[in-house]
């Protein structure tokens, strides 16, 4: 699949994640079908509302969609995989599921600028990754961030995603959560994705 296709039903995204998925998570021990799984499921024990939970799984489609190797990172590779991932579900589901993951790589510079506690327990990848997103943001980019629509959600899935790396955890299966996502289906356009335009938006794990 072309990353710039539309993803337009449930069964393409059950065969994307049973195919691509099986690849290494860039520079983590899992695969990105596990850690999908795993952030929904992390969403899903907090109580977070069912788009916020599809949501987790599908942050990273861009990833799959744009065939990122497990060494991108450390040859500094952005395959900006947010905007992809955000652009190919928008149509199938509403801004409650796309918006939070067009903004979860700001949503990582923003915690990373505001919170000592959430820049200390980043992965090694992670961090690798903070430095082809531009780093911390700067105070005018975190105020800007704070106005956004989705920023609360975009801020939750990306504690989740922090959440999602560990190596042989028993999650739902993928099915699970595709029967969830089936109530979110929208049958109408939605609006364009906003991607975090003003922010630097860079490949992130």
Known sequence: MMSTERITN???????????????YGGEAISQLE?????????????????LIIAALLHDVGHL???????????GIDDRHEAIGASALHGLFGPAVYQPIALHVAAKRYLCATDAGYLAQLSPASRCSLALQGGPM????????RQRAYASEALA??????????PQLAT?????YLALA???ITPTPSPAPNTGAGTHSAVAV
Not at 65 to 73: M, S, Y
Not at 172 to 176: A, C, E, V
């Open 172 to 176: 739902p299966p993928l099915s699970h």
């Open 10 to 24: 449930l069964h393409t995204l059950s065969t994307l994640y049973h195919s691509a998925g099986t690849s290494l």
């Open 65 to 75: 969609l744009t065939g990122q190797q497990d060494d991108d990172l450390a040859n």
């Open 35 to 51: 850690h999908g799984l795993q952030a929904a499921y992390a969403a899903e024990q907090d109580g977070a509302p069912v788009a």
């Open 182 to 184: 089936q109530q979110l």
């Open 157 to 166: 899935l990306r504690r989740y995603d922090e959440l999602a790396k560990v």
């Open 138 to 145: 700067q105070p005018e980019e975190v105020a800007q961030f």
